[in-house]
T-cell receptor
């Protein structure tokens, strides 16, 4: 069964450093998402992406964040200058092209720790 | 704004016990409702969904009924197994919020043999 994959599974970085989290969505999907879960808190929506542009973003997704689909398979989340409060589990998701409101399939997450 | 509230865990049950995990929501209009499950070390997996009032979603013995009058979508299973041990997330997708999902805080279920 096709699945969303994410790399790395864990990343530790120093405050102020840039990080790039990578995701490979399901191959025939065209809608992509990032969510995050700070330890002990709810899963929160960050951004959705379709047709090479952001379609929605939350207030969390400020200028420090960016997303990109650099090729036909990867979908990345970049944090330009990490802060301590960026420490969280980051989930990528994708949904298919039949409907904008299709079921979202999630990856296993990347746990980011900012020191 | 839109929000989802679910019972805090952990919920600890013996094998074959009956499970209920409560979920209530606040949203305008008629949201779609979901239960996702996260097994240890894995991502969120869709367990079941319901898109309109009185719909019942079901999968793997789990059921949830979309109750608009009580704004609830409680998850139930008649007889849990050790393999059901996981974190369960209730979520909604509001009609006025595009494609984003709004999640509850998650409920950890532990099933003992």
């Amino acid at each position: 069964e096709p699945e969303v994959t994410q790399t790395p599974s864990h990343q530790v970085t120093q405050m102020g450093q840039e990080v790039i989290l990578r995701c490979v969505p399901i191959s025939n999907h065209l809608y992509f998402y990032w969510y995050r879960q700070i330890l002990g808190q709810k899963v929160e929506f960050l951004v959705s992406f379709y047709n090479n542009e952001i379609s929605e973003k939350s207030e969390i997704f400020d200028d420090q964040f960016s997303v990109e689909r650099p090729d036909g398979s990867n979908f990345t989340l970049k944090i330009r200058s990490t802060k301590l409060e960026d420490s969280a589990m980051y989930f990528c998701a994708s949904s298919d092209a039949r409907s904008q409101l299709g079921t979202q399939y999630f990856g296993p997450g990347t746990r980011l720790l900012v020191l | 704004g839109n929000s989802v509230t679910q019972m805090e865990g952990p919920v600890t049950l013996s094998e074959e016990a009956f499970l209920t995990i409560n979920c209530t929501y606040t949203a305008t209009g008629y949201p779609s409702l979901f239960w996702y499950v996260q097994y240890p070390g894995e991502g969120l997996q869709l367990l079941l969904k319901a898109t309109k009032a009185d719909d019942k979603g079901s999968n793997k013995g789990f059921e949830a009924t979309y109750r608009k009058e009580t704004t609830s979508f409680h998850l139930e299973k008649g007889s849990v197994q050790v393999s059901d041990s996981a974190v369960y997330f209730c979520a909604l997708r509001a009609n006025n919020a595009g494609n984003m999902l709004t999640f509850g805080g998650g409920t950890r279920l532990m099933v003992k043999p």
